[in-house]
């Protein structure tokens, strides 16, 4: 199946150029090679963000002193206070409710399936939270939407489309974690039980930019997710529900609309992402 709609790299490669980009090569490496607390080497850092000892190290030094980095003995390092203090800022410029749920309704008026906004949430594991929803007149539990399928099944990121989504573009070491958990017993029939499967699923979705599900939560009930991004971090994902016997065979619509919406709710953070054509 060919997208039209241009996707958006799990990891960048291209060496930095700028003192800028080095300095902001070496604070991402933390987030590919390791959970946020581990300690690392320096040269373990400088093989991450792709710069050499020297330069790294320059780096390093400077960030101890104003907390991005923290050293720990002789030549370790682990991300320090004031990448937290970042973060915390960047959350007041995150889209706002009104702005993201307009999308959402934008996207069931398009395809006529209930739409769904998940978040990566850090409590607990690594989970996803539902923080909007789209679904016109319909009534969730008239459809076979319980409270249930709703906290239990999808909170987990290797059942369901959404899920999936999301878990493609996290770092390894968290992909593994969730690799491990056992797959919820409520879980649809299409759900994907073979790790080796549900690790090719995810490389495919990084390819294409998209993940379609078959009954992976629900019995009955198909989707199309694409993921949501906070600059090149995973932010969450854009879900698009319909019945299975009333999904098209023709996905290349449903596709093409649900990663439209998710990437204008991308385009709301600080660092938009490229338009769609």
Not at 19 to 45: E, M, N, W, Y
Not at 72 to 95: K, S
Not at 111 to 129: D, Q
């Amino acid at each position: 199946m060919t997208s039209t709609i241009s996707t958006v790299p799990a990891q960048r490669h291209d060496k930095p150029a700028s003192a800028a980009s080095k300095a902001f090569a070496v604070q991402q490496a933390f987030t590919r090679i390791s959970a946020t607390g581990s300690v690392h080497s320096l040269r373990g850092i400088a093989a991450a963000a792709g710069l050499d000892d020297a330069t790294t190290h320059r780096i390093l030094q400077t960030g101890v002193e104003d907390r991005t980095f923290e050293q720990v003995g002789r030549g370790r390092y682990r991300l320090g206070t004031g990448t937290t203090l970042a973060g915390l800022q960047a959350m007041a410029d995150a889209p706002s409710p009104a702005s993201t749920h307009s999308t959402l309704v934008t996207l069931h008026e398009a395809t006529g399936g209930l739409v769904l906004l998940y978040v990566l949430s850090p409590f607990g594991g690594a989970k996803r939270l539902c923080t909007d929803y789209a679904v016109g007149d319909t009534d969730p539990a008239e459809v076979g939407m319980t409270a249930e399928d709703v906290v239990s099944v999808s909170r987990s990121l290797r059942t369901g489309a959404s899920g999936r989504v999301i878990l493609a573009y996290l770092p390894q070491k968290i992909r593994d974690l969730v690799l491990a958990e056992d797959v919820p017993p409520t879980a649809g029939p299409g759900v994907i039980r073979c790790n080796e499967r549900l690790a090719d699923s995810l490389t495919e979705i990084r390819q294409l930019g998209f993940a379609i599900g078959r009954q992976e939560c629900m019995l009955g009930w198909d989707s199309v997710a694409a993921p949501v991004f906070w600059q090149d971090s995973i932010m969450g994902s854009v879900l698009l529900l319909r019945p299975a016997n009333n999904m098209p065979t023709d996905l290349r619509p449903m596709i093409y609309h649900t990663r439209k919406a998710a990437e204008e709710i991308s385009q709301l953070t600080p660092a938009p992402m490229a338009p769609v054509a």
